[in-house]
């Protein structure tokens, strides 16, 4: 089974903080994917990234930065935390883009104060 | 631009009876895919079913079916004999055309439709 680990379940920051979410995937998985998902709202993508060191911008890439230095790995940063990026956060990889799924990690249900 | 629109934002429904949650898309792609996720109150996303375009039959997964409605733009999901484990949010997702990181495997959400069986 394709297993994406999010390296925090629940995350408490302050206002002003650099933020770091850790994502981790075992499949070696070309695609990888942050979302946030807020309530009524959905999932929207905020960035993905199809190869190593290469990344694209989402519907809401505002306020966020990733980096991919290594394939398995796709951290989503927040440079200066501020409470509307209060949220749930949610990783996933693919493989093959035809008729795979997204393949999602528990989430980090992030508290901005 | 492609849309996914779930015009539920909540469904109650009784043990054993079947139920079905509606989604509609608008893409100008002649090819694409669909998908449904579950996501339980522990936040896990769950993929359930999945539908392409081109596909001559409906999809089927244990109790759950996708009736596709091409003309229509419809991909509506039905859970057959439910069960109170079924209680979840569920979401409706089409892969992304070229501008929006379909090929690189991108999903666009609809906003749910939160289920609710009753024993």
Known sequence: ?113 | AQKITQTQPGMFVQEKEAVTLDCTYDTSDPSYGLFWYKQPSSGEMIFLIYQGSYDQQNATEGRYSLNFQKARKSANLVISASQLGDSAMYFCAMRGGLNYGGSQGNLIFGKGTKLSVKP
């Open chain 1, 1 to 113: 089974d394709v297993k994406v680990t999010q390296s925090s379940r629940y995350l408490v920051k302050r206002t002003g903080e650099k933020v770091f979410l850790e994502c981790v995937q075992d499949m070696d998985h070309e695609n990888m994917f942050w979302y946030r998902q807020d309530p009524g709202l959905g999932l929207r993508l905020i960035y993905f990234s199809y190869d190593v060191k290469m990344k694209e911008k989402g519907d809401i890439p505002e306020g966020y930065s990733v980096s991919r230095e290594k394939k398995e790995r796709f951290s989503l940063i927040l440079e200066s935390a501020s409470t509307n990026q209060t949220s749930m956060y949610l990783c996933a990889s693919s493989l093959n883009p035809t008729r795979s799924p997204l393949h999602f990690g528990n989430g980090t249900r992030l508290t901005v104060t």
